[in-house]
């Protein structure tokens, strides 16, 4: 049993229910999420797979808090936070939750440290602590010969990975990695498959939205959305795959 | 002619697109046009009363004087005078009246007066107007701006030399520029005028040897005073008498050069216009550079599908300089108008002027000078900008990642050891530095004008006592339009730059947000990131003033109370905080999900 396995039954650490966001009004009305119920374990690795515009996006800025439910609760280790303040929820997400976006989002102006070490600084931690941190992160994900790099001098699976570890900064409850590998080609994808393994295998909590069913294929459960409802819940035997890479096929 | 026609619909549809941005630029340059207006037609507002006046007092076309030698004891050379009265050219004159300067007496204030002995006769040249009271008739005339100032009127008495008189009345007259810039006779002594009788001025002298002699000559050709005078004066670098005892020439002036010796009366107001009309088209300058600079960046990906569609460089660049030329011209044209309607509102024609104040006429020099300002602005502003919107690169300005934020590394360091929103303002700030400067030269620009106006109030405030009441309180509300002016145009700029800012940051302002920070604390970064520029503006506005003040008047050397150049540091950073606190707010306030999905988008 590795320490993802051992954390899930603690039970969960994400929870949604009658999760609902619309848009517009009257004719115009959007429903891009309607009626989600979700709950996501300690340790867990969830893949949300569905087409574009199904609301797969939507659900984890929901779960994230960087939007608001019309309608449903968000849980997140026990404690409600669909109706706290904006304020509330930016702590929130500073100490709780990590972000990883199809397009990066890194700052164009900071290298790979200043920007792994952003998260740290916005959370108060003393500037030698913060750069230590990313550190840490960056020899994590590979990258420490690239460390003062600027973005724009990264390849793309390069800078994902700087935008794993930055999510990683402030050692998040849960990881919501939004097409992940959306913007790669097949080496960078398996680069950032295999960190995303070493951190299911670390036990951190991972939900990833996808339409890529090798990515899909890594997590111990996959959700498929349809026009903003869950459709199809499957638990994927883990051990029957072997290793992540191999799993997705994109080992030789 | 069909490309002219296309970029003019293109400048105009974009125009319309943003009729609020189109508005206050409309406005920015308007305000500094018309304070330029109001400077360079001032000279001319004084003319109407001050032909109003030749006119009501049968006003000379040139006044000649003359003294005796300085401590020679010889009399004052009155056949010299005399001699003018019959020169060819000359129809009628009045005089020669005596002359002596004495100290004049009232409600407790000593002055220096000019005191001009009369026949109670009414003169056929120069007979002065009277506004209030009788010529004479025992008592003495002062002067209407003189009066004005020293706070008299028919009836009240006052003292000449040691002798008590009573004021008969108040008069005007066109031989002489008004108080405080009275005309110099063979002497010239700072005074005021006041009319006596003969009998009374020659007894107000020590000795009869000290008393000089003015007389007021009617040409048959007024136009032609000029060359009359310059015909009769000495040459101007004459070699003085051979003995201290020869007679002193006469003196002589023309009607016109006393027009423009009543011109100076508003030189203040007008110095201080010019002064504030330029520092206005700096900020004006400020202005459309950062509305450019905002667009740029809020539209680079216009330009991009411009291009895409087979715009080429120089188009796009054609119809941003349009747009901006359309502005500067009408606000040129309404500064021109406003300056010109407003000018007499601005000045007071003096007590001892008849008439109001006219508006200033429209003379070809002012046109083509504020116009030429207007056009210049905006070239100036958008040249630049067009220049690069039109090289970026089509693809990278679809891909709108044409305007790279700059990298500041140090200041990076610094602010990691910062709380956060010093660190995500002073990130903000460093990410575009040619901003920065135009925020810091703006507020610089600013403060420089209002410790200008506050060490020209402390001058006005030290040199009271001796100006006419009524310029001194012309020249506050000069200085008060000019400070509002100037403050209201920065207030712009502050609210633009910070708008423009938070347009540019929205996307690093949403990605900190996601990574935790909180919406207060990016809306206060975005305030920092202005109010950093501010308070080095503010201590650099400082020394920029006292240079100002110093360049503009050299004479002056007053300067404002400690306090309140102490006041003007925290009160500018207090000021532009709260005018940044609203749209930094706004800036901050939009879901960071919608825009980080717009960026993918």
């Given at each position: 049993m590795n320490a993802s396995e051992s954390l899930q039954h603690l039970g969960p650490v994400l929870r949604a229910r009658g999760l609902e966001k619309q848009y517009g009004q009257g004719m115009g009305l959007v429903r891009a999420l309607d009626a989600v119920e979700l709950e996501v374990a300690a340790g867990e690795t969830l893949a949300v797979m569905?087409?574009?515009?199904?609301?797969?996006?939507?659900?984890?800025?929901?779960?994230?808090?960087?939007?608001?439910?019309?309608?449903?609760?968000?849980?997140?280790?026990?404690?409600?936070?669909?109706?706290?303040?904006?304020?509330?929820l930016a702590r929130l997400r500073r100490h709780a939750i990590g972000f990883v976006f199809q397009a990066f989002h890194l700052m164009d102006e900071l290298t790979a440290t200043e920007n792994v070490e952003l998260p740290a600084l916005l959370a108060g931690r003393s500037p030698r602590a913060a750069r230590r941190r990313a550190a840490e992160l960056l020899e994590r994900v590979g990258l420490t010969d690239r460390a003062a790099h600027l973005p724009s001098a990264l390849s793309g699976g390069e800078r994902q990975r700087v935008a794993i570890a930055r999510a990683l900064s402030n050692e998040p409850l849960v990881v919501l990695a939004d097409e992940p590998t959306g913007?790669?080609?097949?080496?960078?994808?398996?680069?950032?498959?295999?960190l995303l393994d070493g951190l299911r295998s670390s036990g951190q909590t991972l939900l990833i939205v996808t339409h890529d069913s090798r990515i899909a294929a890594t997590a111990d459960r996959l959700i498929s959305m349809r026009d903003g409802a869950f459709v199809e819940e499957t638990r994927l035997t883990h051990g029957s795959t072997g290793r992540l890479g191999e799993l997705a096929g994109l080992e030789g | 002619m069909g490309r002219v026609l296309l970029v003019c619909r293109l400048a105009a549809r974009d125009l319309r697109r943003r009729p609020a941005e189109a508005a206050l630029l409309l406005l920015a340059i308007t305000a500094a046009i018309t304070t330029l207006a109001l400077g360079l037609g001032l000279r001319e507002v004084l003319s109407k009363p001050y032909q109003s006046t030749r006119a009501a007092t049968a006003g000379p076309d040139v006044v000649a004087s003359v003294s005796s030698p300085p401590d020679s004891g010889v009399p004052?050379?009155?056949?010299?005078?005399?001699?003018?009265?019959?020169?060819?050219?000359?129809?009628?004159?009045?005089?020669?009246?005596?002359?002596?300067w004495t100290k004049l007496g009232s409600h407790g204030q000593t002055v220096d007066a000019r005191v001009e002995g009369r026949d109670t006769a009414p003169a056929p040249v120069d007979q002065p107007k009277l506004t209030e009271g009788s010529w004479l008739g025992g008592g003495v005339v002062v002067e209407a701006a003189f009066a004005d100032a020293l706070g008299v009127g028919a009836g009240d008495p006052i003292t000449l030399g040691r002798r008590s008189f009573r004021v008969a009345g108040v008069a005007v007259t066109a031989a002489t520029a008004p108080y405080p810039e009275l005309t110099c006779l063979a002497h010239c002594v700072p005074s005021g005028l006041v009319w006596v009788s003969q009998a009374n001025a020659r007894s107000l002298a020590p000795q009869s040897e000290s008393l000089a002699y003015v007389v007021n000559l009617k040409l048959a050709d007024p136009a032609a005073a000029p060359a009359f005078v310059d015909a009769h004066n000495p040459p101007e670098n004459a070699p003085p008498g051979a003995r201290a005892s020869d007679p002193m020439p006469p003196l002589l002036q023309s009607w016109q050069e006393i027009h423009d010796q009543t011109a100076s009366l508003v030189r203040n107001q007008r110095r201080a216009l010019l002064t504030g009309g330029w520092l206005l088209v700096l900020l004006a300058l400020a202005s459309v550079a950062v509305l450019v600079g905002g667009r740029m960046a809020d539209q680079i990906r216009r330009v991009g599908l411009l291009k895409a569609v087979g715009a080429t460089p120089s188009l796009v660049a054609a119809v941003l300089l349009a747009e901006y030329l359309v502005v500067a011209l009408l606000a040129a044209a309404a500064?021109?108008?406003?300056?010109?309607?407003?000018?007499?509102?601005?000045?007071?024609?003096?007590?001892?002027?008849?008439?109001?104040?006219?508006?200033?006429?429209?003379?070809?020099?002012?046109?083509?000078?504020?116009?030429?300002?207007?056009?210049?602005?905006?070239?100036?502003?958008?040249?630049?900008?067009?220049?690069?919107?039109?090289?970026t690169s089509t693809v990278l300005a679809l891909a709108d990642s044409a305007r790279a934020p700059r990298r500041t590394a140090w200041l990076i360091a610094i602010s990691a050891r910062l709380p956060v929103p010093l660190l995500l303002g002073l990130r903000v700030a460093a990410r575009r530095p040619r901003r920065v400067v135009l925020a810091t030269a703006s507020i610089a620009i600013t403060v420089s004008g209002i410790v200008a106006a506050l060490a020209a109030h402390a001058d006005l405030?030290?040199?009271?006592?001796?100006?006419?009441?009524?310029?001194?309180?012309?020249?506050?509300?000069?200085?008060?339009?000019?400070?509002?002016?100037?403050?209201?145009?920065?207030?712009?700029?502050?609210?633009?730059?910070?708008?423009?800012?938070?347009?540019?940051?929205?996307?690093?302002?949403?990605?900190?947000?996601?990574?935790?920070?909180?919406?207060?604390?990016?809306?206060?970064?975005?305030?920092?990131?202005?109010?950093?520029?501010?308070?080095?503006?503010?201590?650099?506005?400082?020394?920029?003033?006292?240079?100002?003040?110093?360049?503009?008047?050299?004479?002056?050397?007053?300067?404002?109370?400690?306090w309140q150049l102490l006041a003007v540091v925290p009160g500018t950073v207090l000021v532009v905080a709260g005018l940044t606190a609203v749209p930094a707010r706004i800036g901050a306030r939009r879901p960071a999900a919608e825009i980080l999905q717009s960026e993918l988008a």
């Open positions: 569905g087409p574009s515009g199904c609301g797969k996006s939507t659900l984890l800025h929901l779960l994230g808090g960087l939007e608001r439910p019309s309608a449903g609760e968000v849980w997140l280790e026990g404690r409600r936070i669909d109706g706290l303040s904006e304020k509330a913007n790669l080609d097949s080496s960078a994808t398996l680069d950032v498959l295999r | 004052a050379d009155l056949a010299g005078l005399k001699a003018l009265a019959r020169a060819p050219g000359v129809v009628g004159h009045s005089g020669p009246y005596p002359v002596v500064g021109l108008a406003v300056g010109r309607l407003a000018t007499p509102l601005l000045t007071d024609p003096t007590a001892g002027l008849l008439g109001s104040a006219g508006a200033p006429p429209l003379t070809i020099s002012t046109v083509g000078l504020v116009t030429a300002v207007a056009l210049g602005v905006a070239v100036a502003a958008t040249f630049v900008p067009a220049v690069r919107a039109a090289r405030i030290d040199g009271a006592s001796a100006s006419d009441p009524s310029q001194t309180d012309r020249m506050n509300e000069v200085l008060l339009v000019i400070t509002i002016t100037l403050v209201a145009l920065a207030a712009v700029n502050a609210i633009f730059i910070t708008w423009a800012t938070a347009l540019d940051a929205r996307h690093s302002s949403a990605l900190s947000r996601a990574l935790g920070a909180t919406p207060q604390q990016v809306s206060a970064g975005l305030s920092a990131a202005q109010v950093l520029p501010a308070l080095a503006g503010a201590i650099l506005g400082i020394p920029g003033g006292l240079g100002l003040i110093a360049a503009v008047d050299p004479d002056s050397t007053t300067l404002p109370p400690l």
